[in-house]
């Protein structure tokens, strides 16, 4: 089995206060080079952050265990100074990183038409 065998895609929403949305945006325009480099590290792949005008964020991420990601973040310096600045944008208490909602996938194309002996 090959490491992408492993891999999951996560999907997980959160909520930013609408009044710091044009904010979040900004803020995400030119996130820290050690953040993103943190991320990369801890094995955050194919990561990506959705924002829907009423604040509701969706992000989707690949990784090879989501719990042990988020905690490798979580031991990371530069990620409890960046969850400090983001923690007014959010709609929740506490870290933001924290309160992340993953949703359950329901379906998914490739593993039905894969299922179904569909070629490619």
């Not at 930013?16 to 991320?39: G, K, S």
Request: proline share 5%; hydrophobic share 40%; net charge negative.
């Amino acid at each position: 089995m090959s490491k992408e065998d492993h891999v999951a895609r996560v999907c997980f929403i959160s909520r930013i206060r609408p009044d710091r949305i044009e904010t979040y945006r900004q803020r995400h325009a030119e996130v820290w080079p050690e953040m993103l480099q943190a991320l990369h590290e801890t094995g955050w792949r194919d990561y990506t952050l959705h924002l829907a005008p009423d604040g509701l964020l969706v992000g989707v991420v690949e990784v090879d265990d989501f719990d042990a990601a988020r905690e490798a973040m979580a031991a990371r310096e530069v990620n409890a100074r960046w969850q400090a600045e983001m923690a007014t944008l959010f709609g929740s208490d506490g870290p933001p990183d924290e309160g992340f909602v993953q949703l359950e996938t329901v379906f998914d194309l490739d593993a039905q038409r894969a299922a179904a002996g569909l070629p490619d």
